[in-house]
């Protein structure tokens, strides 16, 4: 073969890009490719006769410093003069990290990138099927390569290097039933877009990707500071191999991601996010292991594991660099892990982190009481971060650029909907304790509950150090009492003094007949009204409260466990969750233990019948103070039934275009005597609006 000897570097004028190194690599094999086929159609007159392309792609070689295709001359000067090339490059090369990390030699290489030739060009399909005269294979198979790659002698070590290929996801076959030798090969799309240098943010719905350079630095990640000494030497021992992986535990949006992402710049990686690969048969797994080699990215794998579940990390063939994992309070991990990891826990942030986000996310945007606004809601910082930016939309669309303490409120809801919704009802809460008749007792309580909440983040460090380990941020309350007496109502007057959202649960349409699935939805629900910071109500909690009995059948066994976990969850739930019920003595006694705050409504008093009625009754109506008087000290009704028969009362008097008749209310209280089964205690029968007296 005759070289021309002036052009020892022939690539010097080619820009050192990860796309350019493709292309010149992408002629090696199209070098591979022309010599093949001339050598099996005995010319390249016959070669390029039959395929006429290939006569267009042999000038441009040509033109690089090849005038003739002797026999292996032409493929071994190209590669050393890529391999000069690459000398000159700091830039991270896919194709080099693959023979270099990967352990890909260079004919196993050009295989690979012969198998992706159709993806670049579809006339190479023709090439392929006219090669192996078979009708319909456009893509080479392993006879054909083995045919390309040298003598008998050297083909068990292409074997090999194919064999290498699959391993590391890096190659398909599409036909496995088909013999071996008929096997028809593939390279996934996401891998060859990696081995061209392209890299999509979102190259797959389930797969995020992000390079170094558009990671956070360690040092700029709000953490707290003992995760901070936690993880300052971790970047050095994981480009050691000391350690193989990094586990970060900790509510959702909470910045998990982001200081995985922060460790894999620290060691000079990108990160490669994977979500929804959980089984380890499943086939997604090499192709992510192909692409963490390829892209230089540390993989970061996201589980989201219910109570009792475990997930199962298959072997990662191919790959042996760092890789995270990403997980929840609960679940485990088992399979090829080892136990060289290191495990973080991320709480959620403190008040001044709270600040630090709401600064962050805000930036120079004007904010009203910010510091009032970042203390009364504990998020995670994901969700700050959310929120920051609703708020300015909201203040925007007012034309404002302050941002108040309203917008916050509006970007909140519209935050906690989206999230929430297919979980928990949201209920509308508005009012304060002055719209609650009570008594003082419940009053009192009701306060104290207020109270604790406000100070809940604070109370620990008023507390001995015995006391404040076990002590966290959540504020369990029980109300108990009859229905009617105001337990529902006083939940949504909390909520409102507190400024938060309030949500209440079904506990029907979470408990299920599934075996875990009960405690999967209730540790789901949970889970998310910690990080939004909302009330949860669970109304009516007998379902899953009441004694935990001896087990004589399954089904037994099972409730005892739902019951079991609940209060589990319930003991370690770091937000505000009130649970009401009509029957507090068939609560568990356990549970009754650990509510932080128990309060009893009792059914009214005369003199608080009295308040409720006049609360409830429209300013002018025609009831007599003492007609009034004596309906509110005879009839011994709930706050609840008190609501009704005015509701009715009103729908009688709109129906006369009257205002409220004492004749109106009277029928409206036998009314709720007769739903009750009971006789009503008025000394004269109620009397219909229009009828005779």
């Avoid at 990696?194 to 992000?210: F, K, M, V």
């Avoid at 990403?326 to 709480?347: D, I, K, M, W, Y």
């Avoid at 899953?544 to 099972?558: F, I, K, P």
């Avoid at 505000?576 to 507090?584: D, E, K, P, Q």
Wanted: charged share 25%; hydrophobic share 40%.
């Amino acid at each position: 073969m005759a070289l021309r000897a002036a052009q020892r570097h022939p690539f010097e004028d080619v820009p050192r890009t990860p796309e350019q190194h493709f292309n010149l690599c992408f002629y090696g094999a199209v070098l591979q490719v022309i010599r093949s086929v001339s050598s099996a159609l005995d010319s390249w007159e016959a070669a390029f006769e039959r395929f006429p392309f290939l006569a267009g792609y042999n000038n441009e070689l040509a033109a690089r410093g090849l005038e003739g295709m002797a026999a292996g001359e032409g493929e071994r000067w190209w590669w050393n003069s890529v391999g000069n090339w690459e000398r000159g490059t700091t830039d991270h090369l896919p194709l080099v990290a693959l023979r270099e990390a990967g352990g890909v030699d260079q004919a196993a290489m050009t295989a690979l990138l012969i198998i992706g030739l159709v993806e670049e060009d579809s006339r190479f399909g023709a090439v392929f099927e006219g090669m192996q005269e078979t009708p319909g294979q456009n893509r080479p198979s392993v006879g054909l390569l083995d045919a390309w790659f040298g003598a008998p002698t050297e083909r068990a070590g292409f074997r090999a290097g194919l064999r290498r290929l699959r391993d590391l996801g890096l190659v398909q076959v599409l036909n496995p039933d088909a013999p071996r030798a008929a096997w028809s090969l593939h390279i996934p799309s996401l891998v060859w877009d990696a081995i061209r240098g392209e890299t999509d943010e979102e190259p797959a719905p389930w797969l995020h990707c992000q390079p170094s350079g558009a990671l956070p630095l360690l040092d700029h990640v709000i953490i707290p500071n003992e995760v901070g000494r936690r993880l300052a030497g971790v970047p050095r021992m994981l480009n050691k191999g000391d350690v193989r992986a990094l586990i970060v535990r900790g509510p959702k949006s909470n910045g998990r991601h982001t200081l995985v992402g922060a460790v894999s710049r620290a060691i000079g990686a990108g990160m490669l996010s994977v979500r929804g690969v959980v089984r380890p048969d499943d086939e997604r797994w090499p192709v992510v292991c192909a692409l963490a080699l390829l892209l230089n990215a540390v993989p970061c794998l996201e589980f989201d594991l219910g109570p009792g579940e475990t997930a199962e990390l298959p072997p990662l063939k191919g790959y042996d660099g760092p890789l995270a994992i990403v997980l929840g309070r609960q679940g485990g991990l088992s399979g090829a892990l080892g136990e060289n990891t290191v495990t973080v826990l991320l709480e959620l942030p403190d008040s001044d982190a709270r600040l630090r986000h709401w600064s962050a996310g805000l930036g120079p945007v004007e904010v009203e009481d910010l510091e009032s606004v970042a203390v009364g809601a504990r998020l995670t910082s994901g969700n700050i971060r959310r929120l920051t930016s609703l708020a300015r939309s909201c203040a925007s669309l007012e034309g404002r650029t302050k941002v108040t303490a309203a917008d916050v409120r509006q970007a909140s809801s519209t935050l906690h909907r989206q999230i929430l919704d297919s979980l928990a009802a949201k209920v509308e809460v508005r009012g304060n304790w002055s719209n609650l008749v009570a008594g003082a007792d419940t009053l009192r309580e009701l306060r104290h509950l207020e109270s604790r909440c406000r100070r809940r983040e604070a109370l620990g460090g008023w507390v001995g150090a015995c006391l404040a380990t076990r002590l966290n941020n959540g504020v369990r309350a029980l109300f108990q009492g009859p229905s009617g007496t105001g337990k529902t109502m006083a939940a949504g007057l909390l909520a409102a003094v507190l400024q938060k959202d309030l949500y209440r649960v079904d506990l029907s349409s979470v408990v299920n007949e599934y075996l875990g699935r009960t405690e999967k939805n209730l540790n789901q629900l949970f889970s998310r009204a910690e990080e939004l910071d909302v009330v949860i109500l669970l109304d009516e909690g007998d379902a899953l409260l009441t004694a935990r009995t001896s087990v004589r059948t399954s089904n037994d066994r099972y409730a005892n466990l739902e019951t079991n976990f609940l209060l589990q969850r319930l003991e370690s739930y770091e937000g505000i969750v009130i649970v009401t019920t009509n029957a507090g003595d068939r609560i568990d006694s356990a549970f009754q233990r650990r509510m932080d705050v128990i309060v009893d409504f009792r059914a009214p008093e005369a003199t608080e019948r009295l308040a409720i009625w006049q609360m409830h009754l429209p300013a002018e109506h025609a009831v007599e103070p003492g007609s009034l008087l004596e309906v509110a000290g005879r009839c011994a009704l709930t706050g609840g039934q008190i609501r009704n028969a005015v509701l009715h009362a009103s729908l009688l008097a709109l129906e006369s275009g009257q205002v409220i008749t004492l004749n109106h209310l009277e029928e409206a209280v036998e009314r709720e005597y007769r739903k009750a089964g009971a006789v009503c205690p008025l000394r004269r029968p109620a009397v219909r609006p229009g009828s005779r007296p």
